[in-house]
């Protein structure tokens, strides 16, 4: 990995900084909406999901590749990689990506439903958002130790009714969505500091404000 190469790339915008703190922070609600549904993830000790612990989604090593990754001609390889292997620290991704990780059954369901919610979201290094048809080809292409827990996965998240998260117009302003009130406030205290972290120490104004 060109780790040299990366460090001459441009930081991201303010734009792409806040676009990605509303991405994430929708992704972490969806799936603490999915794990309360299913009462699964108690073993996990970063919660809430993607954005608490080495390795989340609002640390800047995570936040300067990954956010950019919607940028026009952007090296995908040399600027978005580095914050995924990053990021593919934490506890849900090492039980799951990795056969014979001493995964439980639990940890298993937890990467299937992080895995299939990933799918039907606009990543670009996953090829953009998929449909159920395509994520069931998907699946097929997974290793053996993972297919049956997708399968699973993808049949349980379309029986589960989510929100609207575009209710959440400002970063500001984060409604509950139903979560446990621990779990509420975490993620609006993470949001918060992740905000202050980057006006303080990357000079990102404004991160705030509304979409």
């Not at 991405?23 to 919660?47: N, V």
């Not at 940028?71 to 990053?86: F, K, Q």
């Amino acid at each position: 990995m060109d780790l040299e190469k990366r460090a001459i790339l441009p930081d991201p915008t303010g734009t792409e900084v806040r676009d990605w703190l509303f991405f994430t922070t929708g992704h972490s609600i969806r799936m603490e909406i999915f794990l309360k549904a299913l009462g699964i993830g108690a073993r996990d000790p970063q919660r809430p999901h993607d954005i608490v612990g080495e390795g989340n989604k609002f640390e800047w090593e995570v936040i300067q590749g990954f956010s950019t990754e919607n940028r026009p001609g952007i090296d995908h390889g040399a600027h978005v990689l580095p914050s995924l292997l990053r990021h593919r620290m934490q506890y849900h991704h090492l039980r799951w990506n990795h056969e014979n990780s001493g995964a439980t059954d639990d940890d298993m369901m937890l990467g299937a439903m992080d895995a299939v919610c990933s799918l039907f979201e606009n990543r670009p290094y996953q090829g953009g958002s998929h449909s159920v048809e395509e994520i069931q080809q998907i699946i097929e292409g997974n290793p053996l130790y993972r297919r049956r827990w997708m399968t699973e996965a993808l049949t349980l998240v379309q029986k589960i009714q989510l929100p609207d998260l575009n209710q959440i117009l400002s970063l500001s302003l984060i409604p509950n969505f139903g979560l446990p009130k621990t779990t509420h406030e975490t993620i609006v205290t993470r949001v918060r500091e992740t905000i202050l972290m980057l006006d303080q120490a990357y000079g990102y104004k404004n991160i705030d404000c509304q979409k």
